[in-house]
């Protein structure tokens, strides 16, 4: 599978496409001064304490105060909130936790009237993004992302993610990382540092360390309500987690960005640096590669399949619907079964494929052309359930419900990606409805009286539709001479078969457009 990266730079902010085999399989959006990103850590303060939710309200600077719920502080936030208080009275200087003597965890099943209280000053992680009316979810339990490695403060835990299967190299990565960790700190191993050497591993927990110090120094000096420490941008964050050897290609559209991007790659993985490329055509970026097109085609209401079938997807707030249907795709009758397997088959790639490039999160609901078969039924669901392996974000899948349905449960972390694919019509406004044509030639006469009339115009051209054009002008008698003997000077009537049947403009003997 050849895997490209293509990021379009624009002042608005940096578009990212994910590109497998030619095909758009994941478009992600970063506006300049997203100040809510996923693992952004501000300095909360306690707005209210919901009991009967066993949850709290955080005041971090966003128009809605943020959720925290119970679940979410993390076994260790006594430790958190006693460092926060150390910090801010300014009385222990030191920016590991080597002199902090840990406080034990709190109760999974305690309450957190016990935990918090009102005005309470609490470092608290984005662990959402702000999505349609909500405001951001929050976690305390707080930690730090690297390429190989994440850090977890107040923490002796390592842990091992379980895609590494060999033994011998679990056993390896956690007596490297047991030799270079500090005191108090738990540390999460990844699957890409399956393989790596002592110092690469080093080199990046060196790195989440001092980001760790950083966010430590910025503590005591920190507004209630503000960002004390930021995530990388989303383009640098996308390269740290998903770039591996597959990747044969990341274009970069302007020189800038392509500095930053080449130096971090350099550092988390200099091998692979020659692979970053500055766009230097002349057409944008995503033209050239043919990502606007397949944009459009993929964000509608219905996606077309190749087979002559088709997918309707409908949303809500918190459910989306996916309808497949075959379309024009027929078969004989003894092959119904097989021909509604192959359906199926074909919509369960691209509706992995679509949960993927729209980021859909919570539940989704797919109806599936009915298929009598268990067996088939049964294909049906490991087939999806392979193609959601390339998946990153949490999913569970059910199989098949009595009448056909499959039921998704994706993780929402991000407002899910929505392009417009439907342009507003230029005669209507969007409205559906336009100007009566029987009165159309009453404005028109009515702006020319007041051009020619009150604002004493000379060399008036108006344009057209070239029925409208040709009502004006043809015959002996026609309007065009009747204005000329009304008004005392000729007016230029011209064509234009881009207009729709009811635009008209006048230009001045200037050529520019006057405005009405």
Known sequence: MVKELIINSTPAGVTIALIEDKQLVELHKEQI?????????YLGRIKKIMPGLNAAFVDV??????????????????????LTKIKRNGS???????????????????????????????PVQIAKEPISTKGPRLSSDLSIAGRYVVLVPFSNTISISKKIKSNTERNRLKKIIESIKPQNF??????????????????????????????????????????????????????RDILNPDFTNVYVSTPELYDDIRSYVHDISPEMEKIVKLYKHKEPVFE????????????GKTVNLPGGAYLVVEHTEALHVIDVNSGNRTAS?????????????????????????????????IDFIDMHKPTNRKILFDYLRELMLLDRAKHTILPPSKFGLVQITRQRVRPEMNIVTVEKCPACGGTGEIKA????????????????????????????????????????????????FKYGQWVKVKAQPAYHLTEFHFISSKDEEIKL
Not at 197 to 206: C, R, S
Request: glycine share 6%; hydrophobic share 40%.
């Open 33 to 41: 001064n997203n100040n809510y990103a996923v693992g952004d850590i």
């Open 61 to 82: 600077g966003y128009e809605k105060d943020a959720f925290l719920h119970y679940f979410d502080l993390g076994p260790q936030v006594q430790s958190l909130i006693k």
């Open 92 to 122: 222990v200087t030191g920016t590991l936790l080597d002199n902090l003597k840990l406080e034990a965890d709190i109760n999974k099943a305690g309450k957190i009237s016990d935990v918090l209280s009102k005005n309470m000053l609490l």
């Open 186 to 239: 738990g540390v999460i191993i990844r699957t890409v540092s399956e393989g790596r050497g002592v110092a690469e591993m080093q080199k990046d927990l060196l790195d989440l360390v001092a980001k760790w110090e950083t966010f430590i120094k910025k503590l005591p000096t920190a507004e209630p309500s503000k960002r004390v420490w930021g995530e990388m941008d989303r383009s640098s964050t996308l390269i």
């Open 288 to 299: 050239h590669f043919g990502i606007e097109k397949q944009i459009k085609n993929a964000f």
């Open 333 to 365: 009758k003894e092959n119904q079964e097989e021909n509604a397997l192959q359906v199926n088959k074909e919509a369960a790639k691209e509706i992995a494929r679509q949960l993927r490039l729209r980021d859909m999160g919570g539940i989704v609901v």
């Open 437 to 484: 044509s029987i009165v159309l030639m009453d404005d028109i006469e009515n702006n020319l009286n007041y051009i020619l009339s009150e604002q004493n115009e000379k060399g008036v051209t108006l344009c057209v539709h070239p029925y409208i054009e040709a009502y004006i002008t043809k015959g002996i008698f026609n309007l065009q001479r009747r204005w000329f």
